[in-house]
């Protein structure tokens, strides 16, 4: 594949807005990017190991070094904003090898002022790039979690639903109580319910280590075993009909921002997290952001697990491929380990898909 250039004034743009160059190394830790990424990219990671066994990876991404340089470089919770260039490895993308440019803002606690600034940066970026006026779709992984936390299932069926949801997977194999899969392996997962979370985990690492299987695509004993037991008590979970259809209703919605606004407040009722979107809104349009021209879809997630709140794509035109994308990430610092929590928001432009005939 042909390297793309890097467009030097863009990063210089991103300077005079406040976000300082950051290098960083291609060649990063793995565990990071496996403990947050979630399952999807953690399957296309470019894996290998260094002289002492310690696992590595060529960076999938640079939202997580981004991260970990800043927890490094002093007090987590200080406010820093950062802009990168260069490529990022992920199997399957234009041959595993794909220019970025991006920026993170971590520590700001004015989290509207925040979002506006960084998404009216990555249009600006578009615009400079050769997007006058890129499609903009939006996406709230709040609202996900809001409407998943009301529905009345055990705690590992809503971890599970809103991983699926962020991966774009569906959710009604999850919503019916017994799974077709499973029901020739119901002896099984009857055995498992009934010997108890640490019991039935003993039972499959052993197997596993028995069979000398140290990892299944990308995951370990510990976590095959997790999957195995929610999955046992996922089983007999019934979610009551009336909430299945309140859940589809919720991620049917892919409507013009003002009028996603209307069906969110009629099937979810209020709640702080709607405030949150209404606000948004509100802010992006006081910037001079197009908010009549967005869309906002309930589905949009990007395959990441690291969003927790506001997410976004930009794109050529409305329905086409994205050719960018971000959101916030208020708990990645901590869980990568940082003393303090601090939130964070960003984004990044995929640079082949912008230039001429594209
Ligand atoms: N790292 C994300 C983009 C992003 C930057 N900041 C927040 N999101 C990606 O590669 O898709």
Redesign the pocket.
């Given at each position: 594949m042909t390297p793309v250039a890097i467009p030097l004034a863009l990063l210089d743009q991103f300077a005079a807005a406040g976000f300082a160059r950051l290098e960083l190394g291609v060649l990063q830790p793995a565990e990071p990017f496996l403990d947050v990424m979630g399952e999807e990219l953690r399957q296309r990671m470019f894996l290998t190991s260094d002289a002492d066994g310690r696992e590595m990876c060529l960076r999938?991404?640079?939202?997580?070094p981004a991260a970990l340089a800043h927890i490094a470089g002093g007090d987590p919770a200080r406010a820093a904003s950062y802009a990168y260039a260069g490529p990022?490895f992920r199997h399957g993308a234009n041959g595993g090898e794909v220019a970025?440019i991006?920026?993170?803002s971590f520590g700001r606690l004015d989290r509207l002022a925040a979002e506006t600034e960084v998404l009216a940066l990555a249009v600006e970026a578009a615009q400079a790039l050769g997007l006058p006026s890129p499609a903009i779709r939006l996406g709230d992984r709040a609202l996900v979690d809001a409407a998943v936390g009301a529905l009345d299932a055990p705690a590992s069926l809503k971890r599970r639903l809103k991983r699926e949801i962020a991966h774009g997977g569906s959710i009604d194999t999850l919503t019916t109580p017994q799974r077709a899969e499973e029901s020739g392996h119901a002896g099984l997962f009857a055995a498992l319910e009934a010997a108890g979370p640490d019991a039935a985990r003993g039972v499959i690492e052993d197997v596993l280590s028995l069979a000398g299987i140290a990892a299944v695509g990308g995951r370990t004993p510990a976590e095959i075993a997790e999957r195995f037991i929610e999955r046992a008590a996922n089983r007999s979970a019934a979610i009551p009909a009336a909430q299945r259809q309140t859940l589809r209703s919720f991620l049917a919605i892919d409507d013009a921002a003002p009028a996603a606004l209307n069906r969110l407040k009629e099937i979810l009722g209020p709640g702080p997290q709607i405030s949150v979107f209404e606000e948004r809104l509100d802010a992006f349009s006081g910037a001079g952001l197009p908010v009549d021209r967005m869309r906002f879809s309930s589905r949009i997630g990007?395959g990441?697990d690291y969003?927790d709140g506001l997410v976004f794509e930009l794109a050529r035109y409305d329905g086409a491929d994205p050719v960018?994308?971000?959101?916030r990430?208020d708990g990645l610092l901590g869980a990568l380990g940082a003393q303090a929590a601090a939130p964070?928001?960003?984004?990044?432009l995929w640079l082949d898909r912008f230039g001429a005939g594209s």
């Open positions: 999938p991404d640079f939202t997580i990022v970025q991006g920026v993170e990007q990441l969003y960018g994308g971000g959101g990430y964070g928001v960003g984004f990044a």
